[in-house]
């Protein structure tokens, strides 16, 4: 199965490559320079010009972590958050969640590794090659999970409908915190498919295919 990449990841790869790095654990004072920005170290992170602020206490996972969701902020978003509105705040925090999670263990480099069979053993692996918590592994490593049903879905269907031509694999949301079938995306796709004749066993069938794949495939 051949991956598909997201904008996102796309985007991280670019930028790994032209501050010239490739493999995974650099320490963040070295990303930093190479991208022009300043860490200071005081209790309070946030970001603000250019500048990180980690909490000096934390060990050096969490000030990886802190750092790469700070710096989402830095890349994606404008202006200090106090005063936000509340949604819009909680918005900009998800997507630097999100970026921080793909930043800190970035997908081609993920790509390049022996991933073992039990996701135990394969959380471990992310954790110590990239220098994260456990936790945050086991997130990327869903994220990445979530990416590869989205394929195996969008295989099902290039199998039995040709109207797949104009639809991306890339715009399954792989982000939500609910299973690839509930998601709103998924929902709206399988509606055009029962607008072009798809029966409901035929759509159950999918789902059944796509989470068989999903248990043989298992880390």
Known sequence: MKYIT?????????????IGIKEPKHSIEDIATRLGI????QKIPLSADGIIFIDPLQNKCKQREVFTHEL????????????????FRHMQEAKARNFALHFTVPTFML????????RNKAVNLIAER???THDFADERLLHYERQITGELF?????????????YSPGEID?????????????????????KNGATDDEIKDIIAQIKYKEDINQW
């Open 6 to 18: 997201t904008p996102l990841e796309d985007s991280i790869q670019k930028l790994y490559w032209r």
């Open 38 to 41: 300043s860490i200071c170290y």
């Open 72 to 87: 989402g902020h830095v890349l994606q978003h404008v202006g200090v958050q106090l005063g936000m509105p509340e949604d």
């Open 111 to 118: 790509l390049e590794l022996s991933i073992p069979k039990y």
């Open 130 to 132: 990239f220098g994260v």
């Open 154 to 166: 969008y295989e099902e269907l290039l199998k039995g409908n040709e109207s797949t031509e104009d």
């Open 174 to 194: 792989i982000y939500g915190d609910l299973p690839f079938y509930e998601q709103p995306d998924f929902k709206e796709l399988i509606e055009e498919f029962k």
